[in-house]
């Protein structure tokens, strides 16, 4: 596509389900980010991927959060048991390769209630 | 170990004035460093960078800054300002070591820039 996708664009969870954020990267980026958005904070970084494998994933704040990218292309960021520090904005990007900019998705605002 | 200060999280100025925006890094290691803008409602955008080479780049749109290693800062500056330069700005430095990647990105605070009429 023209640009990173992530879906949905809002996310309402009650505390303790389970959600699933996807992120569509670039058509042909090799490397996929996913980042953390606390209200009036810069982003946070959470995990990386390179095709299908992830190199990092040192940003998780817990055992709750898991990430995937089965084929390379899309990515599916979940958090089980959702709580309210959880509340933020989820940010994709993708780059065509590791030396090359990273573009940005709109993101995903996770409210939790 | 990075980390990235934004001193001011909201600038308010009035068209045509000129604005800079302040940051600064920390960093263990050589670092690339980044400006992206944040519209509302809008993912972040990459506003300028810098890699290599002059110390001084540039943005299609006005905007430039200045990479200052002596005193670890990387501000941004744009002489006469218009109302839809309104939004978020963030800076950010990715380390510049072996294997490292350019989306692996440490972010400031932000800093909220607003003009007005």
């Known amino acids: 596509g023209a640009g990173v996708s992530q879906s949905p664009r809002y996310k309402v969870a009650k505390r303790g389900q389970d959600v699933a954020l996807r992120c569509d990267p670039i058509?042909?980026?090799?490397?996929l980010f996913w980042y953390q958005q606390a209200l009036g904070q810069g982003p946070e970084f959470l995990t990386y991927?390179?095709?299908?494998?992830?190199?990092?994933k040192s940003g998780l704040p817990s055992d709750r959060f898991f990430a995937e990218r089965p084929e390379g292309s899309v990515s599916t960021l979940k958090i089980q048991r959702t709580q309210q520090e959880d509340s933020a904005v989820y940010l994709c990007?993708?780059?065509?390769?590791?030396?090359?900019?990273?573009?940005f998705g709109q993101g995903t605002r996770l409210t939790v209630v | 170990a990075q980390s990235v200060t934004q001193l001011d999280s909201q600038v308010p100025v009035f068209e045509e004035a000129p604005v800079e925006l302040r940051c600064n890094y920390s960093s263990s290691v050589s670092v690339y460093l980044f400006w992206y803008v944040q519209y509302p409602n809008q993912g972040l955008q990459l506003l300028l960078k810098?890699?290599?080479?002059?110390?001084l780049v540039k943005s299609i749109n006005g905007f430039e800054a200045e990479f200052n290693k002596s005193q670890t800062s990387f501000h941004l500056r744009k002489p006469s300002v218009h109302i839809s330069d309104t939004a978020e700005y963030f800076c950010a430095v990715s380390p510049r070591d072996r294997g490292s990647t350019l989306g692996r990105l440490y972010f400031g605070r932000g800093t909220q820039l607003t003009v007005w009429p």
């Open positions: 058509s042909g980026h090799v490397s």
């Open positions: 990007a993708s780059s065509l390769a590791g030396y090359t900019e990273a573009f």
């Open positions: 810098y890699l290599s080479g002059s110390t």
């Open positions: 991927f390179q095709n299908e494998a992830q190199l990092d």
